[in-house]
């Protein structure tokens, strides 16, 4: 006798699960539910088809080979009966069927013998006025960014407002503002964009490119009501009222869950379905992946939330393979993102310090900028890392990276990314291996020098300054306490000490041992070069003089133009 597979849920995970079953049982029934009619798409896609760069909404659910992934592709080409509007209403272990509602508004039991979920997450609603006014959007499917296609194509829409300032938040005001032109305004409730996730410096970093690009940030405020007669007109806050033709909520997603609570499997504080590492929930019958699920947190060895598309793509395939007899294991995810910011890109895995902290660590972030390639290759580009690292055990954390979108950013953070669940130390980031080739990295790679400066600093050789301590310093009014010492070579460095001579003093790092009898013992020393390299060869120097009342710059004056800082004219 068959085997019957109920799925309920087919975005992601669902058809995941579906396909790679039928690839190892063929002879099985699979049975494939979603209540919306359109099934199996990309929804991580939607900010692209949005801003057009995804010029139609078919292409997110094709295949690589152009086939759309509707019904018949599901039952001719996978052997999967797909059943788009069909409504999952109760779950009954007992007798092994779920009650569904049809499309004709009949309800009726499907059979099982193995059942899935992966009925994923629903947008967070703020508890405000106006959220059903006309032009509202979460943007929670498909069909939300169709409507808004249509609207900024159709030239409805000349101001925006986007509600949160995370993943969705940012991909849904850079697709505005880059090839539409609309006037967008994001609206934070925290001090930073991307909060959580990456620190201060990096999330000023982007903030800072979008800005280039005309989308304005209000950090650091809480709407009070969207307002509106009919169809929206404007975001109160409670600083400010902005205008608004159309108003973007991103504030966060929770766990469609109703129906696994109502059947009685066990489900976590937040709501989220609790399952083993073989995905099978506290019903060994019933297995759920996708955003509905609780997963463990492989820096914390606590319970985590990870909703990502290629995190349920590959829990579909852990449970299409365990559904047929076999033992496939999820251990867990430490987090891995990337959020595009025009040319540029955010990314990260693991803890940002904030969160390592709050989690119990003694956590500290070092940061290092750096060309991507070797610094003699004609095309290259300074990239910015951070690397959260536990000052007690020099256990490697997290790290966030900020660079250009076609940089080697985002390869150095998946890197490490890769070995974060094994709990390395520093000096495992010191000595990782990467593949070398000017064309593609130094020979002392950026990830190389980010260990070496995270040793040099645990083991006190180096005292890095972060950027916002420069900024507190350097917009004083009083600084004759301290003197900037500009470590890079003649050139830009005069120019500073002649528009500052009393704080400013230019010696080349190279020149410093011969020069010693300029520099103060009775002031602070703020060490700066263009990336921290020479700064910090200066520090060391100046130590070993007797100069210990000193501090570096840690990723030098590349990334204090990165974060915005006009320190040449804020004096």
């Known amino acids: 006798m068959s085997e019957n597979i109920l799925i309920i849920g087919a975005v992601a995970v669902g058809p995941k699960a579906a396909c790679r079953f039928k690839r190892l049982h063929q002879d099985a029934n699979v049975t494939l539910i979603d209540q919306d009619e359109i099934i199996s798409y990309g929804g991580c896609g939607i900010p692209y088809f949005i ?33 788009p509007g069909t409504k999952a209403l109760k779950i009954d272990r007992k007798n092994k069927t779920v009650r569904v509602l049809e499309k004709d508004k009949t309800e009726k039991d499907i059979p099982y013998d193995k059942l899935v979920i992966g009925v994923g997450t629903r947008p967070k609603e703020l508890n405000i006025s106006g959220t059903t006014l006309k ?13 808004i296609k249509q609207m900024v194509t159709s030239g409805q829409v000349e101001k925006a407002v986007v509600i949160g300032g995370g993943f969705i938040g940012l991909e849904m005001a850079e697709a505005l503002a880059d090839m539409w032109q609309i006037e967008t305004s994001v609206v934070e409730y925290c001090d930073q964009i991307m909060p959580g996730f990456v620190s201060k410096n990096l999330s000023r970093m982007a903030r800072h490119r979008m800005e280039g690009d005309g989308v304005s940030f209000y950090l650091g405020e809480s709407v009070e009501a969207i307002e509106g007669t009919g169809a929206v ?33 066990d489900i976590a504080p937040g709501g989220f379905i609790v399952v083993n590492d073989h995905m099978q929930t506290s019903d060994p019958d019933i297995y759920a992946g996708g955003d509905c699920v609780q997963i463990l ?55 940002s310090v904030e969160t390592a902290l709050k989690e119990g660590f003694d956590a500290v972030g070092i940061q290092v900028s750096q060309f991507d390639r070797a610094h003699f290759y004609p095309e290259k580009e300074i990239i910015y890392l951070e690397l959260v690292v536990d000052q007690k055990t020099r256990r490697v954390l997290g790290i966030q990276g900020f660079g250009g979108e076609n940089s080697g950013m985002f390869a150095r953070v998946n890197a490490v990314a890769s070995i974060l669940q094994y709990q390395p130390t520093v000096d495992a980031i010191s000595n990782l291996e990467l593949a070398y080739s000017p064309p593609f990295a130094s020979a002392m790679d950026i990830i190389n020098a980010l260990g070496n400066a995270a040793e040099n600093f645990l083991d006190g050789r180096y005292m ?5 301590d420069f900024e507190q310093c350097w917009q004083k009014e009083d600084k004759d306490d301290c003197l900037f010492l500009d470590c890079r070579a003649y050139g830009d460095a005069r120019v500073f000490e002649e528009k500052y001579p009393e704080i400013w003093k230019s010696i080349p790092h190279n020149e410093l041992h011969q020069r010693l009898d300029e520099v103060p013992k009775d002031k602070k020393l703020v060490l700066i070069c ?42």
């Open 51 to 83: 801003s057009g760069d995804v010029s139609d909404e078919s292409e997110l659910r094709s295949t690589s080979f152009h086939m759309v992934r509707d019904e018949r592709f599901f039952q001719d080409d996978k052997g999967v009966t797909a059943l």
């Open 135 to 147: 032009n509202v959007y979460s943007v929670g499917n498909l069909h939300d960014a169709m409507m």
């Open 233 to 265: 007109v404007s975001v109160k806050t409670n600083k400010r009222s902005l205008p608004a033709d159309l108003v973007i909520m991103a504030v966060g997603i929770g766990p469609n869950t109703d129906l696994a609570k109502d059947a009685g499997l």
């Open 297 to 351: 947190n492989l820096i914390t060895g606590k319970p985590g939330y990870f909703p990502l598309g290629s995190m349920a793509n590959r829990q579909g395939r852990v449970i299409g393979t365990n559904l047929a007899g076999g033992n496939a294991v999820f251990k867990g995810a430490v987090g891995s993102f990337v959020v595009k910011t025009f040319d540029m890109a955010l990314a990260g895995a693991g803890l």
């Open 464 to 468: 890095p300054m972060e950027l916002d």
């Open 530 to 571: 263009n990336t921290g390299v020479r700064s910090y060869e200066a520090q060391v120097n100046l130590r070993a003089k007797g100069f210990e009342n000193t501090v570096s710059v840690g990723a030098g004056i590349a990334s204090l133009k990165q974060c915005g800082m006009d320190f040449e004219t804020d004096s």
